[in-house]
């Protein structure tokens, strides 16, 4: 991993500048733009070569900005503001595929948020580049797209700038009109072409994109296993309490049921399997059943199933080096553990299956390479008996090990049922169990008071701020 950003390091850095969201405020000199960039990613580490495109309607860019910017190699793009996000995203698409990773993007924009983040952090998941963001204003929420760094576009163009300015000869600076997909040499004759009545019809004739075009909606959902990955080890995170073993089905069946699916697209590789949930809930036969087929059992208070899915997954994937594939069996976990998946696929590869009780509505941010119906993922061993580790003298489905028995409340652990379900009635269970939840209850009820609170405070203010402008009135 080092290795591979030490070459990114060293590689090119290609940059993406909306200046309409993110122009240069007055008073910096548009000489600036590139050296700050520049300046920017030294201070990270980063020397590769810089390109550097910016996009916008270019009709309302002063001539002294569009030859300071080319002067200082930066290409400038003209597209309708409205396009602009549509076409710069075609531009990086197009960019990604001429120049494999290891390399370097920074996108200058405020629409990170809104318009880039689900399909770029998708194809972040599939293939991996440095990616750096700069903008105006700060996103609200959360990305799904893993960034290395992000700056505030004003800050960094207040930095230390490069020192060597002197790119600019280097390369071959144009200016380009996406409507009629033309280049101009020089300031003058672009100016001159934006003005001409030919470009006027073109942009008429030929409307760009307005919206963004998704690389990854159409990708496929079961893929084949890549060699690197067929025989590579296999974690299942299991949710119970929503994806439960149906009546009348025998729980042995279950890993079977998920080693043969994985077989039927060519992996092979070790599996192991932790299948959480309140396991005062669950029938013993069944923990039984499950733990004689090597599938750890974990319990965890509903509430807590979620969180407790992802400190496994984490944790097996911080012990376990790529190539390695991970699986979640939920509905909701998606929602919440979704885009946290997402961000560590982007940071540490690795495979992704998923399988839910119901098909979702909306395709999740999370890259996956398989996902099934957990019905019909259940019912694949019936149709066709796999034998799974051949130990002489049993026919199906025999595992080394018996699965270990983890309270997740308590962090404890327990080699045997019996044990496991004293633990689970014990006192020191019961009040560990009560504590926890009354930890949650109580730092839920302070942060609502802290929200009401901020709300509170915020009308406060706006009443004052409002007294205040009827003061000024008067
Ligand atoms: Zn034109
Ligand atoms: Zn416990």
New binding site residues.
């Given amino acids: 991993m080092s290795g591979k950003n030490d070459a990114a390091k060293t590689g090119k850095i290609a940059v993406w500048w909306d200046m309409k969201d993110c122009p240069v405020p007055e008073g910096i000199d548009d000489h600036r733009v590139r050296p700050s960039i520049e300046g920017a990613f030294k201070e990270q580490g980063y020397s590769g070569p810089v390109s550097i495109t910016a996009y916008g309607d270019q009709k309302q860019t002063p001539e002294h900005v569009l030859r300071a910017l080319s002067s200082t190699g930066v290409a400038v793009v003209?597209i309708g503001s409205e396009s602009t996000c549509a076409v710069m995203y075609l531009d990086m698409v197009k960019w990604r595929e001429d120049n494999p990773p290891p390399a370097t993007m920074m996108i200058i924009t405020n629409q990170m948020l809104d318009v880039f983040n689900w399909d770029l952090a998708r194809l972040q998941q599939r293939t991996s580049y440095n990616i750096f963001l700069a903008y105006s204003i700060r996103p609200v929420a959360a990305l799904f797209v893993y960034t290395r760094k992000e700056w505030l576009w004003e800050k960094l163009l207040h930095r230390t700038t490069s020192t060597s300015v002197d790119t600019a000869g280097e390369l071959s600076t144009v200016f380009h009109?996406?409507?009629?997909s033309?280049d101009c040499q020089s300031v003058k004759s672009f100016k001159k072409?934006?003005s001409?009545k030919?470009?006027a019809i073109?942009?008429v004739l030929n409307p760009q994109p307005t919206q963004l075009v998704s690389v990854t909606k159409r990708w496929g959902k079961n893929y084949a296993a890549t060699p690197e990955y067929a025989t590579a080890k296999i974690h299942v995170s299991w949710d119970m309490s929503e994806c439960p073993i149906p009546d009348g089905y025998d729980a042995r069946r279950v890993r079977p049921s998920l080693e043969g699916a994985f077989k039927e697209l060519g992996y092979s590789g070790p599996v192991s399997i932790t299948a959480f949930g309140d396991h005062k809930q669950t029938p013993e036969r069944h923990l039984h059943a499950l733990s004689s087929t090597g599938i750890d059992v974990a319990h965890a208070l509903p509430e807590f199933i979620y969180g407790r899915m992802f400190d496994d997954l984490k944790q097996w994937r911080d012990n376990n080096p790529t190539p390695t594939t991970m699986m979640i069996i939920s509905d909701g976990a998606e929602i919440l553990l979704g885009g946290c998946l997402a961000r560590l696929k982007q940071l540490k590869k690795y495979n992704l299956f998923w399988a839910y009780s119901f098909r979702p509505w909306k395709m999740s941010v999370m890259l996956t390479s398989a996902e099934w119906l957990w019905d019909s993922l259940l019912a694949v061993s019936e149709t066709k008996r796999h034998v799974l580790r051949k130990c002489s003298g049993s026919s199906e489905s025999v595992v080394e090990s018996t699965g270990m028995f983890y309270c997740k409340m308590c962090f404890s652990k327990r080699k045997r049922l019996d044990k496991f379900m004293k633990h689970l009635s014990s006192k020191k269970h019961i009040s560990e169990e009560e504590g926890i939840t009354e930890h949650v209850e109580a730092s839920e009820k302070r942060r609502l008071y802290c929200l009401k609170a901020k709300r509170m405070f915020s009308r406060e203010q706006a009443v004052e701020e409002s007294c205040l402008v009827e003061v000024e009135k008067l």
């Avoid at 009109?177 to 009629?180: A, G, H, N, R, S």
């Fill in positions: 003209h009109c996406e409507f009629c033309l072409h934006l001409t030919k470009h073109e942009e």
